[in-house]
């Protein structure tokens, strides 16, 4: 494919929009793509304090997949999962989505133990899983080391065939050009400082560009949402902590799938150019600085090679870290907020880019209507008071 110079307008701010989204990463981007595409809704505007896809789109390990536990994130994940498989044709433009599957690691008996039930309710939801043993998951990944003779020994693993990457800067350009072809307004450089208010309900945002009108707002900020709801002495029950990632020196391929351990804390794989991406847990601290921990680096490195001992000549060239937003329960805060016209999307974790086109749909269908998508109903903030949890910790990833 030949590039344009450009791919999008750099539009002048309107005085006032139908919807406001704040945050131009991938869930921004694709909210805007289906606001236009599924509810003709295009005097839209997505507003973006740097620059587009500049925060967690352009600083995660791009791994896709669905194999999650109950039948809230199952339902959500699975159809994101369809979305993506179909998203190509649909956005017109080449993203790299390689479905490569995805394994998860079982190194004790209470990962055996969780792994093979997640199997089965995946099964029960339509998902593609399958439990295998260590000499079928050799089959799978020859690299990876399971011989019984180390720290954490493989037990088996969760397998689904479907999952894989993409390219995530690729994908939020072709959320970005289409979405722009509709005549959404991608506006760079444009800090949301405050909200415009009537009583209890939100007509606007304050910006250091001056002030936008808004008969609704979306907020797609990840943990920085809670900072702006907070001006509305609205507290979002998120943690933000710093979540590192590598990558090496380009290699010949080798790595043919996704690994992911949640025990020793590491999940790898190799890139479209040939470089191994690596990603790890959290650090424990809260913090929107985009830098980790320099022992979080070698436990990851560690945690690699106990399972990848081919890498152990392999160079370090570049590390990053992002910001994940985290809620109690490890899902996320999808739908209206106490103050009426302000919507949030928020508390990812480590979830949010493979629920890009999925989330973007729910949340486009919420904007529109103003009442949740049936795939976002259970994901409310009420459920931190009336105890209806999706406590997704087991199977969200190995961050959180």
């Known amino acids: 494919?030949?590039?344009?110079?450009?791919?999008?307008?750099?539009?002048?701010?309107?005085?006032?929009?139908?919807?406001?989204?704040?945050?131009?990463?991938?869930?921004?981007?694709?909210?805007?793509?289906?606001?236009?595409?599924?509810?003709?809704?295009?005097?839209?505007?997505?507003?973006?304090?740097?620059?587009?896809?500049?925060?967690?789109?352009?600083?995660?390990?791009?791994?896709?997949?669905?194999?999650?536990?109950?039948?809230?994130?199952?339902?959500?994940?699975?159809?994101?999962?369809?979305?993506?498989?179909?998203?190509?044709?649909?956005?017109?433009?080449d993203f790299l989505f390689s479905q490569r599957g995805v394994l998860?690691?079982?190194?004790?008996?209470?990962?055996?133990?969780?792994?093979?039930?997640?199997?089965?309710?995946?099964?029960?939801?339509?998902?593609?899983?399958?439990?295998?043993?260590?000499?079928?998951?050799?089959?799978?990944?020859?690299?990876?080391?399971?011989?019984?003779?180390?720290?954490?020994?493989v037990l088996g693993g969760t397998w689904q065939p479907r999952a894989g990457i993409a390219k995530h800067d690729y994908v939020a350009w072709a959320f970005?050009?289409?979405?722009?072809?509709?005549?959404?307004?991608?506006?760079?450089?444009?800090?949301?400082?405050?909200?415009?208010?009537?009583?209890?309900?939100?007509?606007?945002?304050?910006?250091?560009?001056?002030?936008i009108h808004a008969g609704r707002i979306g907020l797609a900020a990840a943990g920085h949402t809670s900072v702006l709801t907070s001006t509305l002495g609205v507290r979002l029950p998120l943690q933000s902590h710093p979540l590192q990632a590598l990558v090496s020196e380009l290699l010949e391929p080798v790595h043919p799938t996704v690994v992911m351990s949640n025990h020793v804390h590491v999940y790898v794989s190799q890139a479209h150019k040939g470089e191994l991406v690596m990603g790890a847990g959290i650090d424990s601290y809260n913090s929107y600085g985009q830098r980790g921990s320099v022992h979080v680096i070698e436990q990851q490195m560690a945690a690699a090679l106990e399972l990848f001992p081919?890498?152990?000549?392999?160079?370090?060239?570049?590390?990053?870290?992002?910001?994940?937003?985290?809620t109690p329960d490890a899902s996320p805060i999808i739908g209206r907020t106490p103050v009426e016209n302000l919507f949030v999307n928020c508390g990812w974790g480590t979830g949010g880019f493979k629920a890009t086109p999925g989330v973007g749909w729910v949340f486009?269908?919420?904007?529109?209507?103003?009442?949740?998508h049936e795939l976002n109903r259970p994901f409310t903030l009420e459920r931190f008071t009336t105890g209806a949890l999706i406590d997704e910790h087991g199977a969200a990833a190995v961050a959180h």
């Open 1 to 93: 494919m030949e590039h344009p110079d450009w791919l999008w307008r750099t539009p002048e701010p309107k005085k006032s929009y139908d919807v406001v989204i704040v945050g131009a990463g991938g869930h921004g981007l694709a909210t805007a793509y289906y606001l236009a595409r599924n509810h003709g809704i295009t005097n839209v505007a997505v507003l973006e304090k740097g620059w587009l896809a500049g925060g967690n789109m352009a600083r995660n390990t791009t791994i896709i997949r669905s194999n999650y536990l109950w039948d809230e994130s199952a339902g959500i994940y699975e159809h994101s999962l369809k979305l993506w498989e179909g998203l190509r044709e649909d956005l017109e433009y």
């Open 104 to 153: 998860n690691l079982a190194h004790t008996s209470q990962d055996v133990r969780e792994g093979t039930r997640r199997v089965h309710a995946n099964r029960l939801n339509g998902i593609d899983g399958e439990w295998l043993t260590p000499d079928e998951l050799v089959e799978v990944c020859p690299i990876v080391n399971t011989s019984p003779d180390v720290r954490y020994p």
């Open 176 to 211: 970005a050009r289409k979405a722009d072809r509709y005549g959404v307004d991608l506006i760079q450089g444009c800090e949301v400082t405050g909200f415009i208010t009537d009583g209890n309900r939100v007509t606007g945002v304050e910006t250091n560009r001056g002030p």
């Open 310 to 326: 081919i890498f152990a000549h392999a160079h370090l060239i570049r590390t990053w870290g992002g910001i994940v937003d985290v």
């Open 364 to 372: 486009a269908h919420t904007l529109a209507h103003g009442e949740p």
